[in-house]
């Protein structure tokens, strides 16, 4: 197989490799726990049979650096894959396949599921695959659905992490801040407790939800771009893939272009400073900026290029954006989605998945037919309203909404 992947980048302990079709043919994934993801067009071979007739090679999106390592063979730790030159992986280890399948749809091989069938060979086996989902009758889609800790802020990071695991969900988003499920003022010790036990229930850290706020006026550029830096730090830490920004002005009050420009060089200093950390910047769609149009005049700035966006169903939707035009402006520079749910403008107590009136369906079909993120978090904001039911009732019921609603056109 060969991993192609952007210089710099670390995987650590990359996860279960799956075959699946799209409409350009075999493509299979493998998934890493703090770089994202790397997709394999051309299918993969397994103990020397190529799958599917094909052989195979990995791609990372907008990657222009790569390596080559055996067919059929599991990447558990690689560190700064640089170029096509094996001597500069600085430690690897390697794995062969083995006799059994994980199916993107199943814990094991399954002889009813078409795609199992299609596939009839020996992939990866890991102590478990990551739950992921498909569709063999709109081309295939293969998502990670992970929980946001605002939905659990009574849970440490292990019971959290514990509950997405038992739940079927693969990550999740880590609120950091004041009384929150995690803090960028945490010692080092308790930042590798947090990472085995993460690592533990094989739940991935998505991203470090911070509240850095760049348009807020009441602090100086200096200080932002600082905390900008040790929520980064964190992240890097926890093998988080993303560090999640906010706009941070007034909802409903249009931030001034003074504000705007100094915001945007407020993320070009973040951006800078984070440099060699291994995360991705992305600001939510929210407050001030709650639509896609409003976030990319903050990332459009220069030094910005790499930031990417968190897309927040629900504020798009305040900000009477449709999903088809998110998803227009977005086009390659989303990071994932959040979806939620609630009765109605003036009704924003968290509902279960479909109860409410967001367009979650036709935003997922877009993301779907568009194939333009990996992960989908559900977002469920119980810490602003304590007395909505828990998500030990409603996360499975959740999951398995997002399962259909992602696999079946409605």
Partial sequence: MMLIVEAGDTLNCLGTVVSSRNTGGWRARAWASSS?????????TANGAPVGGLTGAAFARG????????????????????????????SSSLKGASSEVNCCCARRFKKDCDLCHELGQTLTNLAEPLPLVHSTQNGSVSVKFALSTLGCPELSVSESAALAHAQGYS???????PAATVSFEAKAEDRRG??????????????????????????????VIESGLAQARLAHDLGATWLRIFPGGTRGVPCPPDVEERAGRRLAGIVSACEGLSVRLAVETHDSHPTARDVLRLIDSEGCGDVCVIWDMLHTWLGNEAPEETVRLLAGRLAYAQVKDVAGHDELAPLALGDGVLPLQRGLDLLRDHDLTDWVSWEYERAWHPDAPSLAELGEPGRRWLTRALSERR
């Fill in 36 to 44: 994202g993801m790397v997709d394999a067009v051309g299918g993969v």
């Fill in 63 to 90: 990657a222009s650096k790569a390596v080559a390592v055996p067919a059929a063979a599991t990447v558990s730790s690689v560190r700064r894959l640089k170029s096509w030159d094996e001597s500069d992986i600085e």
């Fill in 171 to 177: 990550g999740l988003e880590l609120r950091s801040g």
């Fill in 194 to 223: 947090w990472r085995a036990q993460l690592d533990q229930h094989r739940v991935q850290a998505l991203s470090i939800a911070s509240y850095v706020k760049l348009c807020d006026t009441s602090v100086e550029d200096a200080e």
